[in-house]
């Protein structure tokens, strides 16, 4: 019976191991078809692993500002496509083109950045990653 039982765990950790690395296969949260502009005024930014983040206030037509969520490239892409950490710092105003939520809330996956100098800041997604 202990045997039994032993099998069974081991077939139960093989079979759902996998399942977090899986999260990154689902389907795509964000609307590839779909690309929108925001102006908006940086709050952070953070070069992180797997997926760096920037946080942007967006005024919206109703003037209330609303705080946007936006996932880029892990930092190795970023560097790749020329951004440094000190890239995006808090008060930056910059446009931000994104892939939006597919959910319609305030989030996207970020394809570039225009800096207030005209600067163009790829999001480092299509650089050496297969999407």
Sequence with gaps: MTLTRSVLACLCVL???????LAELAPA???????????????????????????????GAD???VEWSLETAGPTQLQRSGWQAAS?????????SIHPAR????????????LADGQVLPA????????
Aim: a positive charge; zero cysteines.
């Design 15 to 21: 079979v759902l191991s996998p399942l977090p690395a």
């Design 29 to 59: 949260r964000f609307d590839k078809d779909k690309t929108v502009s925001l102006p908006g005024v940086v709050k952070t930014f953070a070069m992180a692993a797997p997926h760096g983040s920037v946080l942007l206030v967006v005024t």
């Design 63 to 65: 003037g209330k500002a």
């Design 88 to 96: 995006l710092k808090s008060g930056d105003k910059i446009t931000a």
């Design 103 to 114: 959910d319609g809330g305030s989030g996207g996956e970020l394809v570039s950045v225009t």
């Design 124 to 131: 480092g997604q299509q650089v050496g990653v297969g999407r």
